[in-house]
């Protein structure tokens, strides 16, 4: 399976401000994911993100609250803008297996966010 | 130990024992199921998959069966140890298209 870091690992942001959260992968993918877990709350998926191609939101997932881009086959950002408290969350960037099962999706470690 | 219904959040079981933890699926038409398990501050991590054309799965300490009559999967670990305290969700698709996941179990181990 792949390997897949994300930065921060965990921030703590004001009111108001924008982070970006970057993902990693160690080898070229054509499909990334990003997930939100709230506290104690199962992955909900925010958006589909293809290289080359503007990424898909999922139902209640906007692209001017969650920006994303996907310059290159190993490597995706994903933007939380204008946080407010509610946004306090784990965000999650995941990836397809490979040829062999590419339904199957690999996580990074998350991104912890606290938003004051 | 065995956990008790569909939807139980936590499952708390005696190291050495062996876990059952359940999901009950949405969507009848849905072909592969997955579970993850997901260690505090960590993300998830793939644990075991099935396709609907099979019932049973087993790999190294955990089996996965699926009743595609109810709508229900479940993950079985055998001999249960410290580290497999985890909260483990399972998730679901239909032909490639996205996961959708469970509400997600906590699992504890006692020593």
């Known amino acids: 399976s792949a390997v897949i870091s994300q930065k921060p690992s965990r921030d703590i942001c004001q009111r108001g401000t924008s982070l970006t959260i970057q993902c990693q992968v160690d080898?070229?993918?054509?499909?990334m994911f990003w997930y939100r877990q709230q506290p104690g709350q199962s992955l909900t998926l925010i958006a589909t993100?293809?290289?080359?191609?503007?990424?898909?939101?999922e139902s209640g997932f906007v692209i001017d609250k969650f920006p994303i881009s996907r310059p290159n086959l190993t490597f995706s950002t994903l933007t939380v803008s204008n946080m407010s408290p509610e946004d306090s969350s784990i965000y999650l960037c995941?990836?397809?297996?490979?040829?062999?099962?590419?339904?199957?999706?690999?996580f990074g470690p998350g991104t912890r966010l606290t938003v004051l | 130990g065995e956990s008790v219904g569909l939807h139980l959040p936590t499952l708390s079981v005696q190291e050495g024992d062996n876990s059952i933890i359940n999901c009950a699926y949405s969507n009848s038409a849905s072909d592969y199921f997955i579970w993850y398990k997901q260690e505090s501050g960590k993300g998830p991590q793939f644990i075991i998959d099935?396709?609907?054309?099979?019932d049973k799965r087993q790999g190294q300490r955990v089996t996965v069966l699926l009743n595609k009559t109810v709508k229900h999967l479940s993950l079985q670990i055998a001999a249960t140890q410290p580290g497999d305290s985890a909260v483990y969700f399972c998730a679901e698709s239909k032909e490639g298209s996205r996961l959708t996941f469970g509400e997600g179990t906590q699992l504890t181990v006692n020593p």
């Open positions: 099935i396709r609907s054309n099979m």
């Open positions: 080898s070229q993918v054509t499909m």
């Open positions: 993100a293809n290289q080359g191609s503007e990424a898909t939101y």
């Open positions: 995941s990836v397809e297996g490979g040829t062999s099962d590419t339904d199957t999706q690999y």
